[in-house]
């Protein structure tokens, strides 16, 4: 069964300093692994996606991720986070050809001013 | 367009009580499906759709039914709510192929308590 843990409840990070939030999956066949971003009261927001090809995927609002298949990893990362960064951030996971879509816990980010 | 819709935006319940959370999109994606949010756990999948006539369990399917008539709707049913299923409800939708197959789009959710 396809799965996705985030291993840190809270990731508190100072305004300007690098944004990291951690990903690992476990699927049987090639993964399509995406990051979703939920603000306070609101629905879940598509960020980036990884399918083929370049293993540094870039998305919206400045986050990239990079996939790496030998540790089963797929990272979230800004260079400069900002205060308006703050938010819950979904990792999930979806084996080619299964239609079910498998999410982590989540990772609540605070950026500190 | 007015992508994924979701109805009523909040909605107090007495156990025992039945009611439909509507969920209905414009953008003629053929797969949809319901998932459940609770604090610590994430998204939790309830059932899904991948076409009008066609639906299936999720993870966490007890307590709920749907039904696929059309292509744009996908309502969920809880039959006798019960203090468990408390919790904030997404609709999502997607295309089952091509490049823009695999983003799930959410709706803005409801959220459900039962008393």
């Known amino acids: 069964a396809q799965s996705v843990a985030q291993p840190e409840d809270q990731v508190n990070v100072a305004e300007g300093n690098p944004l990291t939030v951690k990903c690992t999956y476990s699927v049987s066949g090639n993964p399509y692994l995406f990051w979703y971003v939920q603000y306070p009261n609101r629905g879940l927001q598509f960020l980036l996606k990884?399918?083929?090809?370049?293993?540094l995927v870039k998305g919206s609002y400045g986050f990239e991720a990079e996939f790496n298949k030998s540790q089963t990893s797929f990272h979230l990362k800004k260079p400069s986070a900002l205060v308006s960064d703050s938010a819950l951030y979904f990792c999930a996971v979806r084996d080619y050809g299964n239609n079910r879509l498998a999410f982590g816990k989540g990772n609540q980010v605070v950026v500190i001013p | 367009n007015a992508g994924v819709t979701q109805t009523p935006k909040f909605q107090v319940l007495k156990t025992g009580q039945s009611m439909t959370l509507q969920c209905a999109q414009d953008?003629?994606?053929?797969?949809m499906s319901w998932y459940r949010q609770d604090p610590g756990m994430g998204l939790r999948l309830i059932h899904y759709s991948v076409g009008a006539g066609i639906t299936d369990q999720g993870e966490v399917p007890n307590g709920y039914n749907v039904s696929r008539s059309t292509t744009e709707d996908f309502p969920l049913r809880l039959l006798s709510a019960a203090p468990s299923q408390t919790s904030v409800y997404f609709c999502a939708s997607r295309t089952t192929g091509g490049v823009r197959g695999d983003t799930q789009y959410f709706g803005p959710g409801t959220r459900l308590t039962v008393l």
């Open positions: 953008m003629n994606h053929e797969y």
């Open positions: 990884y399918i083929t090809g370049d293993n």
